[in-house]
């Protein structure tokens, strides 16, 4: 019985961190519920390959990229390995969301995007607005482009097709 006990509370001090560390980043685990809809007049759609590394040590997954982006600066990205989503990101002026459908995960908050989701910072970088750190984005020669977070070691590497 003595187990149990030291068990529960062996859980519940890593949930509480968890918790409070979540809470401090502005964000939460949000329903499946989009910011908006991409649909209807002034929508650039482009579609690409990406390789993504979630952090430093990770292998890289390969898949394809969709972008579609409206004139008034909303955003939507998602990439995929066939058959499946393997994330999904929004961004407006004001808000974002990102979801993870394999882990049945997502969050979502208003202003800055936490620095610890590199998806919800490439529209910006590949519209031409400076990051600060720690991201470092670079266009390559071949008209690719990748984006790092130094800080994480996530990287995002692909083409889109204009």
Not at 48 to 62: D, F, H, K, M, V
Not at 137 to 152: A, K, V
Request: hydrophobic residues 40%.
């Amino acid at each position: 019985m003595q187990w149990v006990k030291s068990l529960s509370f062996g859980l519940s001090l890593p949930l509480a961190l968890l918790s409070v560390a979540m809470l401090s980043a502005g964000c939460c685990t949000a329903g499946k519920t989009p910011l908006f809809i991409a649909s209807g007049p002034g929508w650039h759609v482009q579609e690409g390959q990406a390789l993504w590394r979630p952090r430093q040590g990770y292998p890289e997954i390969g898949g394809d990229v969709v972008m579609a982006s409206h004139e008034d600066g909303r955003c939507l990205i998602q990439f995929a390995k066939t058959p499946m989503s393997l994330v999904v990101a929004q961004t407006t002026g004001t808000n974002w969301l990102i979801q993870f459908p394999p882990a049945q995960m997502s969050f979502r908050g208003r202003r800055q995007p936490p620095t610890h989701f590199a998806w919800l910072y490439l529209h910006a970088a590949l519209t031409g607005v400076a990051l600060a750190p720690p991201f470092r984005f670079e266009r390559e020669p071949d008209g690719g482009w990748r984006l790092e977070n130094t800080r994480s070691g996530e990287t995002l590497k692909g083409f889109l097709a204009p």
